[in-house]
């Protein structure tokens, strides 16, 4: 493997993990928490869900879905994890062209 290829892994590809694991983890358990607000202030955030549930927690998914993309940490999240789908891809053609004999 080239230099240039360490290079992109070193200042790309592993900066782009570190902000996804830690904006994902933000956004999976602190960003969104409807399911422990008083009812009075989740209701109001109901698009979908029906106004008659008896507790936050049974918030609708497509309404939880909504919620988190009112978040910009959410977007941050989604963009580093296409990323890292572009490096593994990327990565795992240039490992398949290596094995093949192709000159990269």
């Not at 009112?70 to 062209?97: C, D, H, M, N």
Request: hydrophobic share 50%.
């Amino acid at each position: 493997m080239k230099f240039n290829h360490w290079l992109s892994i070193i200042f790309i590809g592993i900066p782009s993990a570190i902000i996804f694991f830690f904006s994902g983890i933000y956004t999976l358990f602190f960003a969104n928490q409807v399911a422990i607000m008083p009812q009075t202030e989740c209701k109001p955030l109901f698009i979908f869900t029906p106004q008659d549930v008896k507790y936050c927690s049974d918030i609708y998914l497509i309404d939880s879905i909504l919620l988190a993309l009112q978040r910009p940490v959410t977007y941050i999240t989604l963009i580093s994890g296409a990323v890292i789908i572009g490096f593994v891809w990327y990565y795992i053609r240039l490992y398949k062209e290596l094995n093949q004999g192709g000159e990269v």
